[in-house]
């Protein structure tokens, strides 16, 4: 054997190619061919928006995005982006990723839902300017109300809510259970991914003798699992209290939190509560 430096042939390289696509079919994998989705934005006949990517089994590489300067900062990236994604989870995506560099894209991406899983820090040299590897995940949470069998799920997730330790199921403990689920104002919203529990919160519904006999409602309990957070799934446990709510013709949801970080209480602004319209008070017993 004599290993040398010198360029490789067309051929020669194919070879590689097609021994590494041997290994893939021993292992199982599909020889799926990568397809390419695109969604091109015109104006007067002229491209103005670009997104495009290509399939890779269950992950898309997104590997075009551009906005023609004139339109900048105006939500036609958002817009182009988000209309590729959904063209794509039909197609059985369940992730994109991307790479991108500089000032501004990474701004962008982290607007629309996507999260950094790399970092080459001073890319090129340039301070402050990253190559960064993108991701967004469409995994699917499913929303149900908890059953009498989920309490020891429920108990394990809440040991990630203050340190709540998990308690021994005493009698007592299955009392309230079954009094809870059996009250039809009492709602607990049970968020699964994959058959884990991930994500939950509690909601009552509280009757009411003012404003038209309408009725309120308190959220509690609010809880991600911290392997889960920061994807979106708390938001969207919070939209199914707030619909059950509205389907109770309650006329206001309540919280309180005792956070203090303003990316929790932006998370809350964002669900549409505000901190301005009422002082809360607390007396702890
Ligand atoms: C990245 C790019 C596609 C964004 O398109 P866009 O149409 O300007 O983006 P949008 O108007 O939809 O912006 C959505 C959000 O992204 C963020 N964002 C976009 N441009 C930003 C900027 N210059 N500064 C700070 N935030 C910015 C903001 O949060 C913005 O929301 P807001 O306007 O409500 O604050 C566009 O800047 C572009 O084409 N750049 C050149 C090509 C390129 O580098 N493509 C990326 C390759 S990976």
């Given at each position: 054997m004599n290993i040398v430096d010198r360029e490789i042939t067309k051929e020669e390289l194919q070879a590689i190619y097609d021994d590494f696509k041997k290994i893939e079919i021993q292992d199982g994998l599909s020889q799926d061919e990568s397809k390419r989705y695109n969604v091109v934005a015109e104006e007067n006949g002229a491209v103005v928006g670009f997104a495009s990517g290509l399939t890779q089994y269950e992950w898309f590489h997104l590997t075009d995005l551009w906005v023609h300067e004139n339109h900048r900062r105006q939500g036609l990236g958002a817009k182009i982006l988000k209309m590729l994604e959904d063209k794509i989870k039909p197609a059985g995506m369940r992730h994109v990723y991307t790479w991108t560099t500089g000032f501004i894209n990474p701004k962008f991406y982290e607007s629309q839902g996507y999260k950094a899983f790399t970092v080459f820090e001073n890319?090129?040299?340039?301070?402050?300017y990253h190559k960064v590897g993108y991701r967004k995940d469409f995994v699917e949470l499913v929303i149900k109300p908890a059953k009498a069998e989920d309490l020891p799920r429920l108990l394990d997730l809440y040991t990630h809510l203050h340190n709540n330790p998990y308690p021994t199921i005493t009698t007592e403990i299955e009392n309230i259970w079954t009094r809870i689920i059996n009250d039809p104002n009492h709602h607990i919203l049970l968020g699964y991914i994959d058959e884990k529990l991930v994500t939950s919160c509690v909601v009552v519904i509280i009757e009411n003798?003012?404003?038209?006999?309408r009725p309120y409602a308190l959220i509690e309990n609010v809880i991600t699992h911290p392997d889960y957070r920061n994807r979106g799934h708390a938001s969207l446990i919070l939209d199914a209290a707030k619909d059950i709510a509205v389907k109770n013709n309650c006329y206001k949801i309540m919280l309180m939190t005792s956070a203090k970080q303003d990316s929790t209480l932006n998370f809350y602004r964002r669900a549409?509560?505000?901190?301005?319209d009422k002082t809360g008070f607390i007396q702890w017993l």
């Open positions: 890319y090129c040299g340039r301070e402050g003798l003012t404003r038209g006999q549409g509560y505000n901190s301005e």
